[in-house]
């Protein structure tokens, strides 16, 4: 392909049914960093010697952005809904290459460098995700997100998702266009970005990184520093259902029960034994825990089946635990503490209705009866959260 004719082909993306590269780009009032972002992508597109579109996903923009785009060789694609997210799903809808490389219009980010992506990808990769963090240009990140919000995001996503990546909230990355009908993405807002590297590591992707330059912005920033990084946190737990939810839950549940077992037995801890306030204490904690962990296995179920979450806890029980079981164990709970109930009845009645001689076996007989009742219903809702899935 000679000079011009690819210089043809990236003017016009349908002079040719084989773009190899699309750089898609945001846009939102950007009228001073556009044009360069859109230069540099092309030069690097010559330099490469492959056929690529620079596609800006324009956000309703009042400064003439998207005139300025296209009078650099851009095509341009209006997205009424607001929202990051909802900017980058219309670009990516309108992306025809092979590879896609995002990044913001503002000349944070080297659009000269995409080649680094292109080439992991070539070679395996399926996203490819650059890391700013040794490379931090004076001026360009503030120190509260250099030093703590970012490294905190980051920590809380390699925890929760097991992603293994050093600057999770890069907003330049590169992904073969054939994986986001596996993602599902599905977020409007700038927790995109989290969303985009959780499912890739949902979804197994084979991620890597590359290490780039990060500069001082063009323009004014929309990034509000709290409440964006508070809907970065918040996506991050509500996608983690483990950690938000089971953790947590059996954590309190296993607590409560053994708080109760000590004074049912009477043992002492900590140098004294304890009395039918702990027994109290330790029956909300089980009743507590337990709910907890029945709305964590409920969002588990909606995740999967309502979200295409791939999860590996229900995959591995899905079809081997059914409605029945729940039920079942639900029932043999409930029997247990209506017996041990009865027990504490027969002897209130034996000691002529007089003080009730073994109020913590009442305590710890009615915990179990609230259990078997929470574990009946739990199995209920789950089966009805699962019903589209199995009619389909």
Not at 32 to 60: L, P, Y
Request: aromatic share 8%; with cysteine.
């Amino acid at each position: 392909m000679t000079a011009d004719s690819l210089s043809s082909a990236i003017e016009d993306p349908q002079a040719t049914g084989e773009i190899e590269v699309s750089v898609v780009i945001p846009c939102l009032n950007e009228a001073e960093g556009i044009a360069t972002c859109i230069q540099k992508a092309r030069r690097a597109f010559d330099r490469m010697g492959v056929a690529g579109e620079v596609v800006v996903a324009d956000n309703g923009s009042t400064d003439g952005s998207p005139d300025i785009a296209e009078a650099a060789g851009a095509r341009v694609v209006h997205e009424p809904r607001p929202g990051y997210g909802s900017a980058y799903q219309a670009g990516f809808a309108a992306a025809r290459g092979k590879y896609i490389v995002m990044g913001d219009g503002d000349d944070t980010y080297d659009f000269d460098t995409i080649d680094m992506f292109v080439e992991k990808l070539e070679n395996g990769a399926e996203m490819v995700i650059g890391n700013r963090m040794e490379n931090i240009q004076p001026g360009a990140m503030p120190w509260l997100h250099q030093h703590i919000g970012n490294p905190i995001l980051t920590g809380v996503l390699n925890v929760f998702f097991r992603t293994g990546v050093r600057d999770a909230h890069c907003g330049m990355r590169g992904f073969r266009s054939d994986v986001l009908e596996r993602l599902n993405l599905r977020t409007t807002g700038m927790e995109f970005a989290s969303e985009l590297v959780i499912r890739s590591a949902k979804a197994g992707l084979k991620v890597e990184e590359v290490p780039i330059d990060y500069h001082p912005r063009i323009g004014e920033s929309k990034l509000n520093t709290f409440s964006d990084g508070w809907r970065h946190l918040r996506f991050l737990l509500i996608h983690s259902p483990t950690h938000l939810f089971l953790a947590p839950g059996i954590a309190m549940f296993a607590l409560g029960m053994i708080a109760m077992a000590v004074v049912l037995t009477g043992a002492d801890i900590f140098g004294r034994s304890w009395d039918l306030h702990a027994m109290i204490a330790g029956a909300m904690l089980s009743i507590a825990g337990s709910q907890v962990i029945s709305l964590g296995l409920s969002a588990k179920a909606y995740g999967v089946y309502h979200l295409g979450e791939v999860d590996k806890l229900h995959d591995r029980f899905d079809g081997r635990i059914r409605l029945e079981h729940g039920l079942i164990a639900g029932v043999l709970v409930m029997l247990v503490g209506a017996i041990l109930a009865a027990v504490v009845v027969v002897d209130w009645i034996g000691s002529d209705f007089g003080g009730l001689a073994q109020q913590k076996l009442a305590v710890f007989s009615l915990t179990l009866v609230v259990l078997g009742l929470q574990t009946m219903f739990t199995s209920f809702f789950m089966s009805i959260v699962g019903l589209h899935s199995r009619y389909e």
